[in-house]
């Protein structure tokens, strides 16, 4: 009779069934990996964050990373912005969903942006946030796929950060109502820093009186850290509330 040790039935069942990691358990003060299956079959992983304060009625924020992040691990998306500031332990107040987009494709394409959206549902239904409180920010590859976003849903989002992004200047009527907060640095090499000046001129052409923009004098591609490093950047989400 042969004899296997324990090591061996362990490779052998290992090679005969396959088997996934299973993703770590979400907890207060935690950022951890996790992954949603949209309707259309799309595989969307994302790090979440949920706070340490009550999680119940918290308010979410959906954080668009650019283009490099595609590239990597999903931990890669942590590089920058709000998922960077759970990581390094900061206390957040936000139930927090950093999604990250193939290289394939990019965050304004139409199956990503349906994504997004049933992402945000399911995790805002799973954790009880405040949908009064959903907000958006993203950078670089991520501004263009919020402004996408917030055109296409200018009703879901209490308050919008598109950072060196550009959009269509043609949704200057659909963004009127929506409080949106815009970066860019004016030496800017990969998005000029004109796109964001003719979003915002459309918005207030369309009669939009709750857009602001940041102007980062000498800077170029990276305004993203000068934004995120601002705390009344946080101050202003917080103020912003869709009516009942």
């Not at 004899?3 to 052998?12: D, E, G, K, N």
């Not at 915002?200 to 995120?228: C, M, P």
Request: with cysteine; proline share 8%; hydrophobic share 45%.
């Amino acid at each position: 009779m042969i004899s296997l040790r324990p090591l061996a039935v362990a490779l052998l069942l290992a090679t005969s069934h396959p088997f996934s990691l299973r993703a770590e358990d979400p907890a207060p003060g935690k950022q951890v990996e996790q992954s949603f299956q949209s309707s259309a079959g799309l595989t969307v992983p994302f790090l979440l964050f949920l706070p340490e304060a009550k999680t119940e009625h918290a308010p979410l924020m959906l954080f668009l990373h650019g283009r490099g992040e595609s590239d990597g691990a999903l931990s890669i998306v942590a590089k920058w912005g709000p998922p960077r500031m759970a990581a390094r332990g900061d206390k957040l107040p936000y139930i927090l969903v950093s999604p990250q987009c193939p290289r394939a494709t990019n965050w304004s394409a139409p199956e990503q942006q349906a994504a997004l959206v049933e992402l945000v549902n399911h995790v805002a239904k799973a954790y009880a946030a405040d949908t009064r409180r959903l907000y958006l920010t993203g950078l670089s590859m991520g501004g263009y796929g919020s402004w996408r976003l917030a055109a296409d849903h200018p009703e879901k989002f209490a308050a919008v950060v598109p950072i060196c992004g550009a959009g269509n200047p043609a949704d200057g009527e659909k963004l009127k109502n929506v409080p949106i907060w815009a970066w860019h640095g004016t030496e800017d090499g990969a998005v000029p820093f004109q796109r964001s000046v003719e979003m915002v001129d459309a918005i207030k052409k369309a009669g939009g009186t709750q857009v602001r923009f940041t102007t980062l004098e000498h800077i170029g591609h990276n305004s993203w850290s000068a934004a995120y490093a601002t705390p009344e950047l946080f101050e202003w989400f917080d103020k912003h509330v869709l009516p009942e």
